[in-house]
């Protein structure tokens, strides 16, 4: 899947003889959801900065502590609280979560994650 700089959404059909034709979709496809109704663009690193920045301007109050792996963000808003624990390198989500309530709802793990920008990390070497 990708999202193109015009805002169309394009994916491939699958494997074998069809696998190198890209589609069309439309926003509203329940394939580019998951579970919760989200859709995957909203799982990106940069959505998931606006979206930390926007409940905090909205009033959500929020609180950074150190942790000897990295930073635990924690934003909260009435019932719902929203955990990120962030990567002390690279400053990259390892974890997402969201509890209301309490009770979990939702939970996504980074695990092993390697930023790639397309680029050979050799054409940095001096």
Known sequence: MTVQPNGEIRGRLGHGQFGRTSRRLRRDDPRLRDEEGSPFWEATYAATVTQVQSRIRAGAWATI????DGFDLKVCSGRTV??????????????NSRCDGGKP???THNIDFRCNVGLERGLFGF
């Open 82 to 95: 929203w955990e990120h624990a962030i990567d002390p390198e690279t400053l990259f989500f390892r974890e």
């Open 105 to 107: 709802v939702q939970s």
């Open 65 to 68: 502590a150190e942790e000897p």
